[in-house]
Nanobody, 126 residues
């Protein structure tokens, strides 16, 4: 059983930056794909980015955040990060950290991920 705890959310003006962190415990961190999802009010939870590290490091982003967000992980600290730059009001959402055990294909559908954090609010003002 993996436990995830996010931190680093807050209120920021458009164009600003935030760095989210997610600390994991209870599993072999390096064997999990780690992801970030977000959910805005009235909308479904959507994929933001994921990172794997069992055969080199590989990342994948949804189109709307490419070039602005960077996902990274520190396996020694069991932590995954999401650096968010050039934030826009439409990035406002609750951001969730998620984990799924090593698999040949990482599905970006939220229902395919096994473990979730409690979420952290990110609000971008215009």
């Amino acid at each position: 059983q993996v436990q995830l705890a996010e931190s680093g959310g807050g209120l920021v003006q458009a164009g600003g930056s935030l760095r989210l962190s997610c600390a994991a415990s209870g599993g072999t961190f390096s064997s999990y794909a780690m992801g970030w999802f977000r959910q805005a009010p009235g909308k479904e939870r959507e994929f933001v980015a994921h990172i794997i590290s069992w055969s080199g490091t590989s990342t994948f982003y949804t189109d709307s955040v490419k070039g602005r967000f960077t996902i990274s992980r520190d396996n020694a600290k069991n932590t995954v990060y999401l650096q968010m730059n050039s934030l826009k009001p439409e990035d406002t959402a609750v951001y969730y950290c998620a984990a799924v055990h090593r698999t040949a294909y990482i599905n970006t559908a939220a229902k395919k991920w096994d473990y979730w954090g409690q979420g952290t609010q990110v609000t971008v003002s215009s």
